[in-house]
């Protein structure tokens, strides 16, 4: 689903007009995006949590070569469906 389909069932469902809900989406997409830059979790009861995690640097190799690189440090988003949405998608 793309955001634009977003755009479209949020127009379709809840009658606002195409503008006004693509600025509502564009609204919830940018506070997600504010929120986990910060580094802060994001819960949405029945959907699930998104977590902003800190990974280490670490010695890696190069497939090709095996020649060893080190990996930087960096942040990584992870979600973790809920108990509802799993159950839901194995319905």
């Not at 469902?13 to 509502?24: L, M, P, Q, R, V």
């Amino acid at each position: 689903m793309t955001k634009a389909e977003i755009v479209e069932t949020v127009y379709e469902k809840i009658g606002f007009s195409k503008k006004e809900a693509a600025e509502i989406v564009e609204m919830v997409f940018d506070t997600m995006k504010e929120t986990l830059e910060r580094g802060e979790k994001i819960k949405i009861s029945g959907f699930g949590n998104f977590v902003v995690r800190q990974k280490r640097p670490r010695i890696g190799r190069n497939p090709q070569t095996g020649e060893e690189i080190e990996i930087t440090a960096r942040k990584v988003l992870t979600f973790k469906p809920s108990q509802i949405l799993k159950m839901a998608l194995n319905k």
